[in-house]
């Protein structure tokens, strides 16, 4: 059998012996067609399995009502909650999202960046990947007027708008609950410096230090991408010198968890010798033993805001008079691995 050709309106016009015209006004729901007239060509062009040609109409708005969302890992509960709630906005104002992950590489993150910019899509949402280091391919939007918002991994060299937590502010609380915890030689696992969150997290730490009168050690600070295996070769090293910590703040909960599992095996005990806190409150962070102390951050609501903001600006087809970076607050979740 041959293939069904598709569907269009000047079909339906033929069946009800109306014009093409009135049938496009009718699927369009112009109030200059009757409810009834409107009911009955709803109900004909559902049966025959008509579709609206999407793209013949995106040609003509030139808009594709779809919003592009890169992530550098999907499966971190943070980004996923961010995902939910860009979806959650985006749903609701008529628009389609399209998610992909860079898996903190640099020439995937720039790949997809390019494939959605050729794609047409409305605006860009995004964290980048901790190799980024050249925005070349995120200025491709910027320099052709497509709006582009930036959560938790920002960059300060274009203009956009941009979400973020209080980085500073959530380490030094992270900190200051292990010194009031008695502990004095505080050690930290943090991420590359080039993105602002872990020179933020590392600040906030050095500061809190520095306000209780303790010394920086700087053979307790150690810079990695923050992986299980990062985490594990981390705190081998940190034990291996001379002096010993007797806490870890750690700049994300996966090298807090290497960290319990090492020290676990090592016979070394948690909280008792040696604290851990972690940042991001991942899901495992109360399910392991000892559960993990760790820094929230309200993910959802970033994801909120960052579609609300892209929205508006898409919407408005101008450039904002003036760009906002929104900090959103954190909280500091106390559990067994350091009290």
């Known amino acids: 059998m041959g293939q069904k050709s598709e569907v269009t309106i000047h079909d339906i016009a033929k069946k009800l012996n109306i014009s093409a015209s009135t049938v496009s006004r009718a699927l369009k729901d112009n109030p200059l067609i009757s409810e009834a007239t409107r009911q009955k060509i709803k109900k ?7 579709r609206p040609n999407v793209m013949a109409a995106n040609l003509r708005t030139r808009r594709t009502n779809t919003i592009g969302v890169i992530v550098p890992l999907i499966n971190r509960h943070f980004f996923s909650s961010v995902i939910s709630g860009i979806e959650d906005v985006a749903y609701q104002q008529g628009f389609a999202v399209t998610i992909s992950q860079s898996n903190d590489n640099f020439e995937k993150e720039s790949t997809i960046a390019h494939t959605l910019y050729s794609n047409r899509v ?3 949402i995004l964290s980048i990947g901790m190799e980024t280091k050249s925005y070349e391919h995120l200025k491709l939007f910027s320099e052709r007027n497509i709006p582009l918002v930036f959560f938790d991994r920002v960059v300060d060299e274009i203009p956009s708008h941009k979400i973020v937590v209080d980085d500073f502010g959530g380490a ?11 502990r004095k030689r505080i050690a930290h696992i943090g991420g590359p410096l080039n993105l602002q969150i872990y020179s933020k997290r590392e600040s906030g730490y050095q500061q809190a230090l520095k306000d209780a009168g303790l010394q920086i050690n700087d053979n307790f600070i150690i810079h990695n991408s923050l992986t299980r ?24 909960d996966t090298t807090a968890l290497s960290a319990i599992i090492y020290l676990n095996d090592k ?16 899901p495992f962070s109360e ?31 101008t450039k904002p008079d003036n760009y906002e970076t929104i900090t959103m607050k954190t909280e500091l979740i106390v559990r067994n691995s350091s009290q």
């Open 44 to 50: 004909a062009a559902a049966e025959m399995g008509y």
């Open 122 to 124: 409305d605006g860009l």
């Open 172 to 182: 030094y609380r992270a900190t200051q609950h292990l010194i009031q915890q008695g």
């Open 229 to 252: 295996e990062d985490g594990l070769n981390a705190i081998k090293k940190i034990l291996t010198g001379k002096e010993k910590p007797d806490a870890i703040f750690c700049a994300n």
């Open 267 to 282: 016979r070394i005990k948690v909280p008792e010798e040696i604290a851990i806190v972690g940042f991001s409150n991942e």
């Open 287 to 317: 399910l392991v033993t000892p559960s993990i102390t760790t820094v929230k951050q309200p993910g959802f609501e970033m994801g909120q805001k960052a579609a609300e903001l892209l929205i508006k600006q898409i919407n408005s087809k």
